[in-house]
């Protein structure tokens, strides 16, 4: 094996050799038996001018670079370096391009030795981490880095980043190593002599077992954590007398923490609230510390009444916070002994057993599934959980990622032989009898709609970020289904040609001597007709949508159409009806077949082994999921219920049948107030925005609530926001009802940059329309100069919405663009955000069909769709996107609203009168961003 690695990285005028783009600065650092042997750095003589851009970036300017040699004269000594090495750079295709360019360029042969990607090593061994930067990998790791983006320290820091990950490559353990190693010959990085000589030197010494791994069928895992059994239940003291040795307690574990009024209050409500068996809704405004407020006193109940309380949040970004910060904070907080546990939907966990099965499979041996296949062999030595959410993957191991999720109905239960380490039975052994089960609203419903399977039973819970209690229910209770939905599930039982599960459960009928040949070819030729059919299907309600629609703007290529199944006549409708007819009868043919068959392997159930076991659930999983699908699509085109509303939505440009149907529920008040509130002792719901216009009536309605007494409270948020906010309408944006929306684009183009240049961007803009976002996107663009600001648009810029977050933040002068998700759980606290700029009030589109059908219920009962439903939502989203920009009691900026209806209209007041007190201005921009500059 090599042993010596010779880290370069290299500073440029640009991304492009072949453009002319050159070399500025280069640094090496040599490595050789896990220490720097020697290093090397110059300036670089590029014999053109350096941008402008890049002297801010890097901080290297012309005059440093004037006297530095050409890199024809530093050639010869990289040369000697390399030979015989391991090219090694954080970005291999970046810094060796530039190398070989300028290499070929000086007459010199090319390298041609092995290469180490640090970028790729660390995603292979660090599987679990958030970015890989070179900056967060040097935060991460505890290196020092003074000097970002200048060679010399960024080549000592990743040489330093290379020894700390060869070190864990060389230390994992046997087994895993032996499965990593045909893994690893299939990514760019040359790690197979590193490995081999690893595996040979720890098959030569004696095995030292590390008592915290199990190895079990050829994988290593990281042992769980005992749960420790209680002899006897706490003896716990009423949570109000407990309260002043909470606050001891946590002010001597957190120098200067203190319980707020407004968090003493919410806690009391809480307790109170939970021992008297009542419903509470609470807006807890910005600041309070809810999540402390609810958490107190809900453990307190907990354990003195030795219940499990179920905490559900909206997200599972949250649901992790409370796990990994406030449940510290409540050990700290509390003196007795409690266990919370975690509980996610199904999908958040891998299945071991389909793992074990894929990681042999070399059909699918693309870059992203062997990356993918390697990252969770070196997790399963570190995870407790297997939660998929722990897993930075790359975007193609996604798709690797649905292949080995447990789900029900592919599960073998016990006669699995990983089931004593599966980690989602795990997760729901560990719920049962924990004090505080942390899940999220969609498992919560998920568990309602499926005869509360899920959960264990509980009677009490606290729900934050209440205010999307009705979509979330309205989504779980509704049906969907799309042609990739039925796609997918051909994709997985194949043919008898190919190697799918139909292939698999034929051999398992030829090896057990069935003779099931005639079923198998009555069930290819269904299968066969069956895509014919479906795909017929779905193409023919895209093309009736398309020419039902009239012409209309249409956001992000899609278009949608509101119908009712049992009104549904004239051209196309019926030959979609027909063709659905016929779909469904040879959906029933199959399942027949099927059952035929699997009633046949079933009679032999005592003869098969662990594989054909897996391959027969499999198959049962698969119609499962079939019948499922097939009842959705009768369901939704075939049948008819009043109480829902029913709309296609089709992909304009695209595939022809990227059909997506839908049906909803029209008001989920009733099925809350029968099947949930009635059911439960006490339900705590809270969130920053609950009310409108200082009253809880909105959610009340909605939720179904009226009955039950609910006892409401608001907590003021302690921030100052007279002092620490601007409220400022420009009297000069235009409406956007006077004038055609490229003109408002402009306007609204012009005075951002206007407002950036004062605020040093620093700046989120929030749209309600993604295509006007990008349209303002591309043409602020144009405006810059010089890249003075850094944009960050949503959908535009790659990343989630954390990551799009964070690199805002990473940025002196950024202007991030969003919506939809933007407009709330965006946590930018600090200097990072200094102003907010709401473009529109988020007022939902009139012809949104759940929207729609809502007015029309309202309309009947002779109330106005605006006041009731339209205004409501739109102030609540607002109040969300205010909440944006002050993140604590040291932050201070400028809220810029663009939408002139809300000093112009009477309902306009009612968005004002909803914000915390601050103060407001209008007058023209101008005058505005003088009297931002003074106060800023």
């Not at 954080?90 to 391009?97: Q, R, T």
């Not at 979509?471 to 994709?491: N, W």
């Not at 914000?915 to 209008?922: D, F, G, I, M, V």
Request: hydrophobic share 40%; proline share 4%.
């Amino acid at each position: 094996m090599k042993n010596k690695f010779v880290v370069v990285d290299l500073e440029t005028t640009g991304n492009n050799p072949k453009k002319g783009d050159r070399i500025i600065q280069i640094g090496v650092v040599v490595v050789e038996d896990g220490k720097v042997i020697d290093r090397f750095s110059s300036f670089i003589n590029p014999e053109i001018n350096i941008p402008a851009f890049i002297q801010q970036f890097t901080g290297i300017n012309d005059e440093m670079v004037a006297d530095a040699p050409l890199f024809s004269s530093v050639a010869p000594t990289i040369m000697e370096f390399l030979n015989g090495a391991y090219f090694v750079a954080h970005n291999v295709p970046f810094d060796l391009s530039f190398l070989q360019y300028e290499l070929d360029h000086c007459g010199y042969n090319s390298f041609s030795g092995p290469i180490i990607d640090t970028v790729e090593l660390a995603r292979l061994l660090l599987p679990s981490e958030e970015g890989f930067k070179l900056n967060h990998l040097a935060t991460k790791l505890n290196l020092d880095h003074d000097r970002p983006h200048q060679a010399d320290s960024d080549a000592q820091v990743t040489a330093e980043i290379l020894m700390i990950l060869l070190k864990k490559l060389i230390n994992l353990p046997l087994l895993t190593l032996q499965r990593l190693k045909p893994i690893a010959s299939g990514l760019d990085s040359a790690l197979d002599d590193i490995i081999q000589t690893a595996i040979t030197e720890k098959l030569t010494k004696v095995a030292h077992h590390d008592e915290n791994l199990d190895e079990f069928r050829q994988l290593v895992l990281r042992k769980p954590a005992k749960i420790l059994k209680e002899n006897s239940p706490s003896t716990v003291s009423d949570f109000k007398g407990d309260l002043l040795e909470v606050e001891t307690r946590l002010s001597a574990a957190m120098k200067g923490f203190e319980i707020r009024e407004g968090q003493k209050e919410m806690m009391a409500l809480i307790d109170d609230a939970l021992l008297s068996n009542q419903h509470l809704l609470v807006e807890a405004g910005t600041g309070t510390g809810k999540s402390l407020a609810y958490l107190l006193p809900g453990l307190y109940f907990a354990k003195k009444t030795d219940t499990s309380l179920v905490i559900s949040t909206h997200t599972v970004n949250l649901q992790q916070q409370l796990v990994e910060r406030d449940m510290v904070i409540l050990k700290e907080a509390v003196s007795f002994p409690f266990r919370s546990a975690v509980l996610k939907g199904r999908s958040h966990y891998i299945c071991l057993r389909k793992f074990e099965q894929k990681l042999d499979d070399s059909l699918e041996q693309n870059y992203d599934t062997l990356l993918s296949k390697g990252q969770i062999l070196i997790w399963l030595t570190e995870t407790l959980e297997g939660d998929v959410e722990q897993l930075n993957l790359p975007s193609g191991g996604k798709v690797f990622w649905s292949e080995v999720q447990s789900d029900a109905i592919t599960c073998i239960g016990k006669h699995c032989p990983w089931f004593s380490r599966c980690f989602y039975h795990r997760a729901r052994t560990n719920a049962y009898g924990a004090d505080l089960i942390i899940t999220n609203h969609a498992l919560l419903f998920t568990d309602m709609t499926q005869d509360h399977q899920l959960l264990p039973s509980y009677k009490h819970v606290i729900i934050d970020e209440a205010h999307h209690l009705e979509e979330v229910a309205s989504d779980h209770f509704g049906i969907r289904t799309d042609y990739f939905a039925f796609h997918h599930l051909f994709s997985r039982i194949g043919t008898l040609e190919t190697k799918d599960l139909l292939y698999q459960v034929f051999t398992v009928q030829e090896e057990l001597g069935l003779n099931l040949d005639d079923y198998f070819d009555q069930l290819v030729t269904h299968i066969v007709n069956l895509k014919v059919e479906l795909d017929d299907c779905f193409r023919l309600i895209h093309a009736t949508v398309v020419s039902t629609v009239a012409r209309s703007k249409s956001e992000v290529g899609k278009k949608s159409l509101r119908y009712y199944p049992h009104q549904m006549t004239g051209r196309g409708w019926r030959e979609i009806q027909e063709v659905v007819l016929r779909v469904q009868m040879l959906l029933k043919d199959a399942l027949k077949l099927k059952k035929k068959i699997t009633d046949e392997l079933t009679l032999e159930e005592h003869e098969l082994n662990f594989s054909q076991t897996a391959i027969l659930t499999a198959f049962k999983g698969f119609y499962a999921n079939l019948s499922e699908e097939k009842d959705k699509l009768e369901e939704l085109l075939l049948q008819y219920d009043p109480n829902y509303v029913y709309w296609i939505e089709v992909g304009v440009k695209g595939a022809k049948n990227a059909t997506y149907i839908y049906s909803k529920p029209i008001e989920v008040s009733e099925i809350m107030a029968d099947n949930f509130f009635n059911k439960k002792s006490s339900v705590i719901m809270t969130s920053a925005t609950l009310t409108v216009k200082n009253s809880f009536n909105y959610i009340i309605k909605r939720l179904g609530l009226e009955d039950y007494g609910v006892t409401t409270k608001i907590i003021d948020s302690p921030f100052n926001y007279s002092e620490q906010v601007q409220l400022m309408v420009p009297t000069t944006l235009p409406n956007i009802k006077e004038v055609d929306e490229n003109e408002y684009i402009y306007e609204v183009v012009t005075s951002i940059l206007d407002i950036a240049k004062v605020t040093k961007g620093r700046m989120l803009v929030l749209f309600t329309s993604y295509d006007m976002l990008r349209k303002a996107f591309f043409q602020l663009k144009d405006f810059i100069e010089n890249e003075e600001f850094v944009l960050i648009g949503q959908g535009i810029s790659s990343g989630s919405r954390a990551k799009l977050t964070k690199n805002f933040k990473q940025f002196d002068q950024a202007i991030l663009f969003g919506t939809s998700s933007f407009w709330e759980g965006v946590d930018i606290p600090g200097e990072d955000l200094s102003c907010l700029i709401i473009v529109r009030l988020p007022f939902s589109p009139p012809d949104n069909p759940i929207f729609e059908a809502r007015s029309e219920k309202v309309k009947e009962l002779g109330k106005s769709p605006f006041m009731e439903l339209s205004l409501p939502q739109a102030i609540i989203r607002f109040k969300q996107g205010f909440g944006r920009l002050i993140r604590s009691s040291h932050d201070r900026g400028a809220v810029f609203i663009f939408d002139r209806r809300i000093t112009e209209t009477r309902y306009g007041k009612l968005f004002i009168q909803s914000l915390p007190s601050a103060p407001l201005k209008e007058n023209s921009l101008e005058e505005l961003l003088y009297d931002l500059e003074k106060w800023l």
